[in-house]
Structure formats: C-alpha cells, structure tokens
C-alpha cells in the first residue's frame, strides 16, 4: 500500500516543478516534462502489474525521477516550497520502492504455484556498482539534453548515442539482482541466483537436515552462496554432502563444482525467511 500511495503522488512532480520548468529553455523544459511524465507513467504500471520485471523497472524509473527533478532545481535554482515538496515525494518514493517489503512483494507476486519466493540481498560491492552504473547512465542522458538546449549538436549526439547504448546494455544487468531467490517449495528448498550460481540448486525436503540463522559470517564454515553479503544469513544444513556449481569467473570460466554440506545464502528478511521456511 504504502508504495502505491508514494508512486502515485510522485505523478504531482511535473504540477509542483511547472514554475522551474517554465524557467527552462523550450528544448530542455520540454524534456523535462516528458521524462518526468513517462517515468512516473512506468512507475505506475509496475504498481498496477508487479512482477520481477515490473520491480527493476520501478526501481530504475523512480530514482531516475529523483534525479531530473533535483537537477531542475538546482539548474533554474528554483528552491520555492513546490520545488522542495516535490523533491520530498522522489524522495520518499525512491526509500519505499527500494524496501525490503516491496523487494520481497513483487518477487512472490511473480511466483508459480505453491512456491514462496524470497528476494536475495545485493552484495555491497555490487550496490556501489549499480549505483555508479546508473549514475553514467542518468548523466549521460540528462548532458546530452543539456547540449541539445544549447545547440551543441556535435556533443549532445554523441552523448546521445552513449545514453542510448547504455540503455541497450544496463537493464538487463540490474534486472538480475531482481531474479535473486531463496525458494520454499513443498518438496524442498531451491536457490535461484545466476550471479552466485552458474546453475540453479535444488535440495529435496528429505535432504534438509536443519535450516538456522547465522550472524556471523567471517568465521563460518558454511559454503557461501550468498555472492559475498555479510551480516545475518540463512544457513541450510544437509544430511549429506551435495554438489552445487559457483558461476563463472575469470580464474574458473566454465563455473566451479563444489561439495558441500552447509551452505549460507541472505535474504532481505532472514528472521521472516527461517520462519516462513520451517513453518
């Protein structure tokens, strides 16, 4: 609820910054307006039809959102009451699409038959990639803007070309983290994460010996499947030792077969995870 309360009041961004946009060249204001029109246009189709791919897109549209209105501000230095709601609704939306609760929402809402789906926690190092990754992107797309204003055909093409190539490459990155599931099903346990494993691994109910919380992991002679996230973990022993295979690096191209016999993996709820699990 509180997500669909937020992205629909993101839509009284344009209404808020029109004075700030006014303030604009044609060109740019023009631009303005249509990307926060269509961004917030996309964020409430992902709210109306949630799946893991609704997810990424909300989570790409929302912050994109934040950023166009800051950047208009800041460039018509605008700082009236409007202007600072405004940025106050991005904001919130970006704290509450980016929760726990609706990661976990939209996961199990994609989810088939008896199945209950737990999103995985993004590795930090991983964070700070996708953050600057998204930061070229969004940059790239709000200069050539910025060029074209000024009738710099030269460079607002050329960034042009990089904002759109980047477009072509990017999303399909960040989705990923959106496909990465600790799974409850009647006959087991499954770990579904193509950025951990090179195949999905499967633990039959009768193979589970005990599934635990773990807080810490420095020490742990767990298996780590859990892509290199620290803190509290889920811990998933079995009664014998089983193969899973790690995904491809540059040392191991074609992946690593290893054997284990406890395995640790974080969702973004682990008290909720273990119990939803041993229920």
Known sequence: MAARVSVISLGLTVPLLDQAIADYA?????????ALWALWAVSFLC?????CTALTCLRLAVPSNLAVVVFTTLVTDSWSPRSLVSAMLSLICVSTVFSAEVGNAFAQLSAYGDERRFLLRCPTDMVIVQCLMWTLWIGTAITAISFFNDENWIAGTVFAVIAAALSYILPSRFHRFSRRWLVGVPAGVVIHDSFALAETAMFMKQSIA???IETQSENSEAADLSGGCRGPS????????DKVILAATRKNPGGKALHVQTMRV?????????????A
């Open 26 to 34: 044609t060109l740019a204001g023009t631009a303005t307006r249509i």
């Open 210 to 212: 005990h599934i635990g």
């Open 266 to 278: 974080s969702p973004t709820r682990v008290a909720r995870t273990l119990q939803e699990l041993t």
């Open 234 to 241: 889920i811990t998933i022993a079995l009664h014998e030792f």
């Open 47 to 51: 709210i109306l039809v949630p799946s």
